[in-house]
């Protein structure tokens, strides 16, 4: 240990320094007297902790021996074996998947195997509908791991209607990793990193080969092969992920250092029932396949994806994929369970069968009579049909497949359609078959020819609505004539989007960008201001008269702004053309009309509306208060009825692509019956599905509410869904009859 000077002695020596060599010395003997100054106090180890110490090591040591997993065993595999399933996917999946696929395969099931090799070989995509039960899902998720095995492809992408489903479909092609006995012997080399894993993913950061890591992955949502020097194989990578989840920006930087990106995928049941209920989330998911999954290889390699589909709704997202029309490029193929039913004669020997089958099940029987009558007239019953899978039926309790698609037929003739033969007959719920059920192509082709901002004839109360969303503004403008005949004469959003079929979560326009970082308030008001001015201001022709809008609702709803907008309308030199509006939910345990909020409601003109005052301390305008339940039932009347009606509502001339947005808003809600404690029922509306796109919907009901007020819908009849009208009835005088003698 040197010796410390002191303070003075480090001066003096400062001073006397000229050449840097000194002064290099100098410092150097500055940071060994730090070094001295502030040195810990050398520790003394007791007898025990020297132990632990040792025993520490020893165990570290062990372990990092443990986690050395060797070469890939030699020699355990059959060479001629594995050739043929480098070369054949339909030979793979027959011999090393043999208990999954104990049935012969049928020819379309040959031809789409022999499909799915060529398009994992050589990139493209495939779409398929099958029969439920067909083996799709399982033919697809065995086709990609080979693909990965044998290295057709490196990045394989799980995706699944929702991160459970992704999660469930890992757990499956890692069960297939563990317990492939066949794999295991013929693809040591590929598998062996995780194999020895154990399914534990605790061992897969320690794991190494004579001191080289081997970069495995055993993940919830990744996995990934590892690489092992001098062993000749391919790293490869499989991930999972919800359609909805980060599909975008997948990447995995491998041990050699390369970075790859996915270049296969497998969408398998990519939606659900409450998704293909919705128009907008089915579309919104087509989008996802079409340029999210489509795009995740990028330039360099030609993605080959697949989609494993059940079609539960026309229109869905199952639909649209395997449409040739639609989708070409998806190359979709839908087979029936039946392709081809048999003739009239075996139809009735089927109906008679079905007679038997339900007869057996109402005395709780065994159903051998009737599967006798079917070994009886086999060849009769089975004259002329063709069916997808001959194979597929229960050898004890059943005489074919026919006979097996007959007894579901009969069970459930809509679930045989959906289900099995890929053709739904009915897009209504149950809850909903007695009620309306608004389609948005229907609805898109309700056009009378009128140019958009054109008044229609016999039209002469025009009214409009403005529904306040965060970052835009919606709007809807109709015209009506005293018997309640209602058009659309306009619709749009401010700012103006730049294309007509918009979201709400992605819309380019923003009231943002439209005024500049702002408070909310100022960004609502503001916008308000610049639309309502437009509104008011426009002009509506009919020959040689000239309309303008005689009252403009405004959607109130919005709790963060609500004295704002009344404020604003207060302020507004229009303001006796403008009627803040609220929605109130009338249903059949609501409490009466009259009776809510302290029974402060208005009588008004109008149907199932009613002024109340504002908030009490709040400064405004009184405020229409709407029975929503009533208003969206006349609504979809008007939309379901005749275009010759007194009562329908139709839209300005334009095209059906076009009107599509205003279409889907208008399936967004779906009506139920609601029942009260006293037996009583009434229809309420609520969302298919959140978030719920909803605004013309909601915009079309509001104008159709505030018309009422100004004598439109005057001869309504009472309706359980709410108030009736209000307006008291004079009794007649005496000496007077009805007939006015």
């Not at 480090?10 to 100054?37: G, H, N, R, V, Y």
């Not at 128009?279 to 999954?293: L, T």
């Not at 439109?712 to 009849?717: E, I, L, N, P, R």
């Amino acid at each position: 240990m040197i010796k410390v000077p002191d303070r003075s002695s480090l001066l003096a020596m400062l001073d006397e320094i000229s050449d840097p060599d000194d002064l290099a010395a100098f410092e150097e003997l500055l940071q060994e007297c730090e070094e001295t100054l502030y040195a810990e106090p050398e520790q003394k180890l007791t007898r025990a902790e020297k132990m632990r110490a040792a025993s520490a090591k020893a165990q570290r040591s062990a372990v990092h021996d443990a986690q050395d997993i060797g070469r890939p065993p030699e020699g355990l595999g059959d060479d001629d074996r594995r050739k043929q399933s480098d070369g054949s996917l339909l030979y793979h999946l027959k011999t090393y998947h043999a208990k999954t696929f104990c049935l012969e395969f049928s020819p379309d099931h040959l031809r789409l195997i022999k499909q799915i090799q060529d398009t994992l070989e050589n990139g493209g995509q495939k779409a398929i509908a099958l029969m439920r039960g067909a083996g799709k899902s399982s033919i697809l998720r065995i086709a990609v791991l080979w693909a990965a095995i044998t290295g057709r492809r490196r990045f394989v992408c799980l995706i699944a209607a929702s991160s459970t489903s992704a999660r469930k479909l890992m757990r499956a092609m890692k069960k297939t990793i563990l317990t492939n006995r066949l794999l295991h012997a013929d693809y040591a080399a590929e598998l062996h990193c995780m194999i020895s894993l154990g399914n534990r993913s605790t061992l897969a950061a320690g794991q190494h080969v004579e001191g080289v890591r081997t970069g495995v992955l055993w993940e919830a949502g990744m996995i990934a092969s590892g690489y092992i020097e001098g062993v000749k194989t391919s790293e490869f990578v499989i991930s999972c992920v919800s359609i909805l989840g980060d599909v975008r920006g997948q990447q995995y930087i491998t041990t050699t250092g390369e970075t790859i990106r996915p270049d296969c995928a497998l969408l398998d049941d990519p939606q659900t029932k409450a998704s293909a209920k919705s128009k907008p989330a089915s579309r919104n998911r087509v989008e996802i396949a079409n340029a999210d999954v489509l795009k995740m290889a990028g330039g360099a390699v030609n993605i080959a994806a697949f989609a494993a589909v059940t079609i539960i709704r026309r229109g869905d997202m199952a639909d649209q994929l395997t449409d040739r029309k639609i989708s070409p490029y998806w190359r979709g193929e839908k087979v029936p369970c039946v392709k081809k039913f048999p003739s009239e004669a075996a139809m009735e020997l089927w109906a008679e069968f079905q007679e038997q089958y339900e007869a057996e099940l109402e005395l709780d029987a065994p159903h051998s009579g009737s599967k006798k009558y079917v070994q009886t007239n086999f060849d009769a019953m089975h004259e002329g049909a063709e069916l997808f899978w001959d194979a597929n039926y229960d050898r004890k309790t059943e005489v074919s497949a026919l006979h097996r698609a007959m007894i579901e037929r009969a069970k459930d003739l809509d679930s045989f359609n959906a289900e099995l033969q890929l053709k739904p007959t009915s897009d209504k719920d149950g809850g909903t078959t007695e009620l309306w059920d608004l389609q948005s192509d229907e609805v898109a082709r309700r056009i009378r020819p009128f140019g958009r901002n054109e008044m229609p004839d016999r039209g002469e109360i025009v009214t409009g609505f403005i529904d306040i969303q965060e970052s835009f503004l919606s709007y809807t403008v109709m015209a009506f004539d005293l018997g309640g005949r209602g058009h659309v004469i306009d619709y749009g959003t401010f700012p103006e989007q730049p294309t007509r079929y918009y979201q709400k979560r992605n819309i380019s326009n923003s009231l943002l960008d439209e005024f500049g970082e702002r408070p909310l308030a100022d960004l609502i008001t503001s916008g308000l201001d610049a639309l309502v001015e437009d509104l008011l201001g426009r002009e509506f022709i009919q020959d040689q008269r000239v309309y303008s809008i005689d009252k403009l609702g405004i959607d109130n709803r919005f709790a963060l702004v609500a004295n704002d907008v009344r404020a604003f309308v207060l302020e507004h030199m229009h303001r006796s053309r403008l009627v803040p509006m609220l929605g109130r939910f009338i249903g059949a345990n609501t409490r009466h009309w009259q009776k809510l909020s302290g029974g402060k409601v208005r009588r008004t003109r109008g149907v199932n509306v009613a002024f109340q005052d504002p908030p009490k301390g709040v400064k405004g305008v009184p405020e229409l208060h709407v029975d929503t339940n009533y208003w969206k039932c006349q609504l979809a009347s008007g939309l379901s009825v005749p275009m010759t009606s007194q009562t329908a509502i139709s839209l300005f001339d334009d095209t059906q692509e076009n009107h599509l947005l205003l279409g889907e808003h208008c399936e967004a809600e779906q009506p139920y019956f609601e029942e009260a404690k006293n037996g009583d029922r009434c229809i309420v509306w609520k969302a298919r599905n959140r978030p719920c796109e909803n605004e013309k919907w909601d915009e079309m009901t509001g104008c159709m509410a505030l018309a009422s007020t100004l004598g439109v819908f005057a001869k309504a009849k009472k309706s359980n869904t709410g108030q009736s009208d209000t307006t008291k009835k004079q009794k007649p005088k005496y000496g007077t009859s009805k007939l006015n003698c």
